[in-house]
């Protein structure tokens, strides 16, 4: 009998049912064309496994765009709100995410930060993307003026701000910009920069402001657009390190049980 926790994207089940997590069987009926036994079974772990973690309770979004449809990949599966809307016609790919043209396509979440009244605040905060392919350019792949990813840059940095108005005081090398990148707040005085589960560095940032623009993906609302392809998302109230590495062991699960490199 398959059991809860394996990782392996399996059913749970109970007799000759499976049986999901709620907010599995809330993200399914909203999903158009339904997941087969097997996609399900990944996303109800994933969910769990986040919820074991901690990390479910301070998303106010999380967006798994390496999903079957184009139209799953769009949704929130927190909440049947903030919702992705494609602007610009963002390419999307089956299991792998949607692409950014690098200078006008990106999803727009409709998450204003400064007026959602969310978990994202001014320092407890947190903001993350996962990209598939390895490009160096200054562009943004998520956020918006004053809270924004650059999961690598023209110089091989991670950059971008944290409710703050400048680049990090510490940049922090990427080799590449595949992976998972964080930015996590919890301090009026510096911030965390997050890859792949690692801390690489906390900048002595001080807050500033959180700006009053929604948050985009695959480009930064009031910055510029990426060309990276795009496989996950979130954001919401600080992570710490042990939430960071269990997110993004969860998220590697996934993206690797679907194929994803």
Known sequence: MPMTGSGLGLDITLGSRPAYEPEALALFARMAAPPDARRKGLINTLIAGLKQA???????????????????????????????????????????????????????????????????????????????????????DIGNLNARIFARTAASAISGRMNDGIAPTILPAAATSVGHTIFARNSAVSYRIHKDGINQATPPNGS????????????????????????????????????????????????????AP
């Open 208 to 259: 500033a402001t959180v700006a009053s623009s929604n948050f985009w993906v695959a480009g930064a609302n009031g910055g510029n657009h990426c060309t990276k392809q795009i496989a996950a998302s979130h954001f919401g109230s600080c992570l710490d390190g042990a939430n960071v590495v269990q997110t993004t062991s969860a998220l590697r699960s996934y993206l690797t049980s679907v194929g």
């Open 54 to 140: 901690g990390v479910w309770s301070r998303l106010d979004a999380f967006y798994m765009l390496a999903a079957h449809t184009a139209q799953a990949a769009r949704l929130n599966w927190v909440a049947d709100a903030y919702n992705l809307t494609p602007v610009n016609g963002p390419a999307f790919e089956v299991d792998r995410g949607y692409t950014g043209n690098g200078f006008n396509a990106y999803l727009d979440t409709g998450f204003n930060p400064a007026t959602a009244g969310g978990k994202f605040t001014l320092n407890d905060a947190h903001l993350g993307v996962w990209c598939l392919t390895n490009v160096a350019e200054d562009k943004n």
